[in-house]
């Protein structure tokens, strides 16, 4: 069947505390990453970028008036994919020299991806339809050889680093198991936690290549433990710290902690 084209790419919803959330309407569940802007005295936080199909630079532009630090989460094609239009790019150093290259032809059926990665997609709990996305993003848009551009870091970050916004300070904490390089954002002065991919309300994915269960449970231990108020994660809505608990506690229990 054939992809009528979108008619906006985007979708963005403000929450509290200069705090945007911006999301892909037309891809599924499993691609439909948050993008998170926090706006900041000297300047803002662009936390995620999408899968990269449209411009999210010129989508957004009316939420720039000032620097932009755009930083990864971590290196999985959808919260990488604008990443490129930045002209200040963060990511933890254990996925750096991903991002350093471009991403290589990669295809947004299911049709070419291997059967095995995508039944492990399935088991985990997500649907996975035909095509990732539900409309194209421009009349000539490839599906099949879709490519991230290289967007190396400009400022590689670890466990204890600050991003000072000037009135805002968030410190990196490594938060690996998902991926190596998965970092989370924690303002200690409001409790809030960006968590990327490390921690959402939907289901984990632990056997991706690079992810790694046993490194993962320790990274729940210390999410448990964090006094958090709300959660911003990377897929699905935001929850509080109750919330938080209660996944980390499941995931454990899943693999017997
Ligand atoms: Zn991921
Ligand atoms: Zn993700």
């Given at each position: 069947?054939?992809?009528?084209?979108?008619?906006?790419?985007?979708?963005?919803?403000?929450?509290?505390?200069?705090?945007?959330?911006?999301?892909?309407?037309?891809?599924?569940?499993?691609?439909?990453?948050?993008?998170?802007?926090?706006?900041?005295?000297?300047?803002?936080?662009?936390?995620?970028?999408?899968?990269?199909?449209?411009?999210?630079?010129?989508?957004?532009?009316?939420?720039?008036?000032?620097?932009?630090?755009?930083?990864?989460?971590?290196?999985?094609?959808?919260?990488?994919?604008?990443?490129?239009?930045?002209?200040?790019?963060?990511?933890?150093?254990?996925?750096?020299?991903?991002?350093?290259?471009?991403?290589?032809?990669?295809?947004?059926?299911?049709?070419?991806?291997?059967?095995?990665?995508?039944?492990?997609?399935?088991?985990?709990?997500?649907?996975?339809?035909?095509?990732?996305?539900t409309a194209l993003p421009s009349p000539a848009f490839n599906l099949i050889e879709f490519i991230r551009p290289a967007a190396a870091a400009t400022r590689i970050v670890e466990e204890g680093d600050i991003l000072d916004l000037g009135d805002r300070r968030f410190e990196v904490l490594h938060l690996p198991g998902h991926s190596p390089g998965s970092i989370g954002l924690w303002e200690a002065s409001s409790a809030t936690l960006f968590s990327g991919d490390a921690i959402y309300d939907g289901p984990l994915l632990d056997e991706l290549p690079g992810s790694d269960i046993a490194v993962y449970m320790k990274t729940m231990q210390r999410l448990q433990a964090l006094p958090v108020r709300v959660v911003h994660a990377g897929h699905d809505p935001s929850f509080d710290g109750q919330r938080l608990r209660v996944l980390a506690r499941q995931y454990l229990a899943r693999h017997g902690g």
């Open positions: 069947m054939a992809l009528a084209i979108a008619e906006r790419w985007f979708d963005f919803e403000l929450t509290s505390d200069g705090i945007t959330r911006i999301w892909e309407p037309h891809t599924i569940r499993l691609m439909q990453c948050n993008i998170w802007h926090v706006r900041g005295r000297d300047r803002d936080l662009l936390i995620d970028t999408g899968l990269g199909v449209a411009s999210l630079r010129s989508a957004a532009m009316h939420l720039f008036d000032k620097p932009v630090s755009a930083v990864a989460t971590h290196a999985h094609i959808d919260h990488v994919g604008s990443l490129h239009e930045f002209e200040h790019r963060i990511i933890h150093r254990a996925e750096a020299a991903e991002i350093a290259v471009d991403s290589g032809p990669f295809s947004l059926q299911r049709a070419h991806h291997d059967g095995e990665f995508i039944a492990s997609i399935e088991r985990a709990g997500y649907q996975v339809p035909a095509s990732f996305v």
